[in-house]
Nanobody, 121 residues
Framework: QVQLVESGGGLVQPGGSLRLSCAAS????????MGWYRRAPGKQRELVAI???????NYADSVKGRFTISRDNAKNTVYLQMGSLKPEDTAVYYC???????????????WGQGTQVTVSS
């Protein structure tokens, strides 16, 4: 069983910064990628940023230049540094990982429980 535990959400003023963390634990052989998604009220879930196991990253256009995703492979942890936050960044942020639990195991997509980020004055 693999679990993802997120932390770091909260209330921040426009223009402020926030850092999210997500740690994977359990029976992990390897992690292909880890990423962050978000769901704003009344909207569909969208990809925010993703980082692959060799460091390649992708970002949503709406966060490029403001958010930075990073990963500590030794700790199976991914971070999302968010800066210049806008009210439209308000959403529940979900961590996701594609995990392999054994040498011959298949890939499994794991999701965290979500953490609320609210950008408001």
């Amino acid at each position: 069983q693999v679990q993802l535990v997120e932390s770091g959400g909260g209330l921040v003023q426009p223009g402020g910064s926030l850092r999210l963390s997500c740690a994977a634990s359990g029976s992990i052989f390897s992690i292909n990628y880890m990423g962050w998604y978000r769901r704003a009220p009344g909207k569909q879930r969208e990809l925010v940023a993703i980082i692959f196991n060799r460091g390649r990253t992708n970002y949503a256009d709406s966060v490029k230049g403001r958010f930075t995703i990073s990963r500590d492979n030794a700790k199976n942890t991914v971070y999302l540094q968010m800066g210049s936050l806008k009210p439209e960044d308000t959403a529940v942020y979900y961590c996701s990982a594609r995990v392999i639990t054994s040498p011959r195991g298949s890939e499994n997509d794991i999701w965290g429980q979500g953490t609320q980020v609210t950008v408001s004055s």
